[in-house]
């Protein structure tokens, strides 16, 4: 058999349509709640932030959401995205299991986020709408939606997580090239900033607070709306062009994945390639399990409340149920900046509140030696992100070996590295070390929970 095995999709493969989840899971998941009177929002309650379109899209219940024309026009520069079987990885590991990835590093901005970046810039745009302002983690985000704004003649103005924002320079010279304005975070720019600052002049700054000021000042202008890049129903949705692809290419392959693995910042990723096939499994397909991957330093899933909670630290959003740290948490500063929120998708946390999905943390020096190990067998450097995922599917594969399995394994490989390389310089000087949050700072901001009745 060739070593090199990949799975490719004409054009015209592209899915027609998102898949909803909500449509197939056994219960809807719990209501978004207004923080003042603790009662579910309506439309309205969102409409300073986001379009129509999109609020419909994060309440709908249909199973299938048509993608418009001009998003797939532009989803064709580099989808569908291949299929690869790590036919390399699996002779370095020695392992009678089938390792399989879904390659996201080959969109335009390095991730797979230009899938619903994409998808808001369109829609802001059909309403009338000429700016955005947004948060990044890594940079992943604030890339994509600062490539989107560029076709679609919108202006993007991107709050950088302050650590990042220092350790990957580069992705916010790419965001400034596509002419996106980006200001580390917390700035002095917002109200919600300078409280963070005047508290903490050296705040590494987070996702929360990043969010608190994009929110802050898409609620206080007219022409001023706000994307997020991930955890929202209609960000999932749009990520499941992924998965879709990979259930068509799973065909071409024969064969059909026994095991899921995407890494979970705020979800999007791998709900986008996970859901399609939890959707089949739902339905009365075939089995399949699903791992969610997490940073031990920021481990959401595997030590967080399913609680109500704020999106962001200033409390500017409404409450969603989900698994959380608190908003107030800030994690280390360690290097999957993509992976540093404080909560997860409310649709993942019902998810693994069913008992549909599991979740796992790892250090960040056993993901780092992964993503090496898949580099030197595969040829592809991946985002630090996705060395979470990596990791898991080598250790599924090691199990396999031990066991004596052949399963099939696929995971998300969400992001390429190329921006991060001062990480992967840091981690062979020896210099990387496994970072802990402080258990007393994640007791007092899980303490500080907002007490809902309905919860
Ligand atoms: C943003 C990002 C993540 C984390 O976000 P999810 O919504 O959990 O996917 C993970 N990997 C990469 C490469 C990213 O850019």
Redesign the pocket.
């Known amino acids: 058999m060739s070593d090199t095995i990949k799975y490719v999709l004409p054009e015209n493969r592209i899915p027609e349509t998102w898949y909803n989840i909500v449509a197939d899971l056994p219960s809807p998941p719990p209501p978004v709640l207004h923080p003042g009177t603790g009662q579910p929002i309506g439309p309205n309650d969102l409409a300073p932030l986001f379009p129509m379109a999109l609020i419909g899209q994060e309440v709908s219940t249909d199973p299938a959401i048509e993608i418009p024309g001009p998003v797939r026009e532009i989803y064709r520069q580099w989808r569908p995205t291949a299929l690869h079987r790590a036919r390399r990885l699996e002779r370095a590991l020695d392992t009678p299991a089938r390792i399989y990835y879904k390659y996201?590093?080959v969109s335009p901005?390095?991730?797979?986020?230009p899938n619903t970046a994409v998808a808001q810039a369109f829609y802001n745009k059909e309403a009338g709408i000429t700016r955005i302002s947004t948060e990044t983690?890594?940079g992943?985000?604030g890339s994509?939606l600062a490539f989107a704004g560029a076709l679609f003649g919108l202006e993007i103005e991107v709050y950088m997580v302050r650590v990042s924002f220092e350790q990957k320079p580069y992705r916010r010279s790419m965001m400034e090239s596509f002419g996106a304005r980006c200001v580390p975070s917390p700035s002095e720019e917002t109200a919600a900033g300078r409280a963070i600052l005047a508290e903490r002049p050296d705040s590494p700054g987070s996702l929360g607070i990043a969010i608190s000021e994009a929110v802050e000042v898409a609620a206080t202008r007219d022409d001023t709306n706000y994307a997020l890049?991930?955890?929202l129903n209609h960000?999932?949705l749009h990520?499941t062009v992924v998965g879709q692809e990979a259930m068509v290419q799973f065909e071409m392959a024969d064969d059909y994945p026994d095991i899921l693995i995407?890494?979970?910042?705020?979800?999007?990723?791998?709900?986008?390639l996970a859901f399609p096939f939890l959707g089949e499994k739902l339905r009365g397909g075939r089995e399949v399990r699903l791992i969610a991957v997490e940073p031990t330093a920021c481990p959401t899933l595997t030590r967080g409340k399913y609680a109500y909670d704020f999106g962001d630290t200033a409390h500017l959003t409404p409450l969603v149920k989900m698994h959380t740290l608190g908003s107030t948490f800030v994690p280390p500063g360690f290097h999957?900046g993509?992976?540093r929120?404080h909560g997860m998708?409310p649709l993942i946390s019902h998810a693994h509140d069913l008992g549909l999905l599991e979740a796992r943390a790892y250090n960040q020096t056993e993901c780092f030696e992964a993503g090496v190990a898949l580099a030197r067998a595969e040829g592809i450097l991946?985002?630090?992100?996705?060395n979470h995922a990596v990791k898991a599917a080598i250790d599924e594969a090691l199990r396999c070996k031990e066991e004596g399995t052949a399963r099939t394994i696929l995971f998300?490989l969400?992001?390429?590295g190329h921006f991060d390389m001062q990480a992967y310089t840091d981690y062979f000087a020896g210099k990387l070390v496994d970072q802990t949050y402080d258990e007393a700072e994640l007791a007092m901001a899980l303490a500080g929970l907002p007490s809902v009745a309905a919860g």
């Open positions: 996201e590093g901005a390095g991730s797979h986020k983690g890594a992943q985000w994509a890049g991930s955890v960000v999932l990520q995407g890494c979970t910042g705020g979800g999007s990723n791998f709900a986008g999957a993509g992976l929120y998708a991946p985002a630090p992100e996705a998300n969400c992001g390429h």
